[in-house]
């Protein structure tokens, strides 16, 4: 676990360090849409990502995902992502995903963790690298593009 005060230290593409604070909000986005919470049962198949494939209402990138970054949960998802497997055709999509890892407990901590994939047969069929922060009273989640279409982030 590494205590953060009130901001991170990113590496900059120019070998500088800048300072971020994921907590204020001009430094996260929103993931709110009422179809990424588990309680949303439906055959859409919605992903965050670059979708690459077109067939009528499949596969389009959700509306509320800005590409990777820095998200909280919130509105009608809910209030943060999933912490246990979620069925597949939940959500929004077919595989869908949770945060496998510890909660952050003090304010400004931050904790490495694994969002979890699921599919019909395996709870963790894919998986992707993430950050999840305490912001005292929300979480913030450093999260990557998922790694194929048909993988959304779910909430509770």
């Known amino acids: 676990m590494q205590k953060l005060r009130c901001s991170l230290l990113l590496f900059g ?7 971020v604070d994921p907590c204020r909000e001009e430094n996260h986005s929103n993931l709110q849409e009422a179809s990424r919470n588990i309680k949303y049962a439906t055959f859409d ?4 990502g670059n979708c690459r494939r077109t067939r009528d209402i499949y596969n389009c990138t959700s509306p ?3 590409g990777p970054g820095w998200y909280r949960i919130s509105g009608e998802a809910g209030k943060e992502l ?4 979620v069925s597949p055709w939940h959500c929004g999509t077919m595989m869908t995903g949770w945060y496998n890892g510890s909660r952050p407990q003090g304010v400004g901590t931050a904790v490495s963790g694994v969002v979890c994939f699921s599919s019909s047969n395996d709870p963790c069929w894919q998986h992707a690298a993430a950050t ?7 979480l913030v989640y450093k999260l990557p593009d998922v790694p194929s279409c048909s993988n959304r982030y779910c909430s509770i």
Not at 13 to 19: H, Q, V
Not at 82 to 85: R, W
Request: one cysteine or more.
């Open 13 to 19: 593409a120019l070998g500088s360090y800048e300072t």
């Open 132 to 138: 999840a922060v305490n912001c005292s009273s929300f």
């Open 64 to 66: 509320d995902w800005k």
């Open 82 to 85: 999933a912490n246990f497997p």
């Open 45 to 48: 198949d919605i992903c965050d």
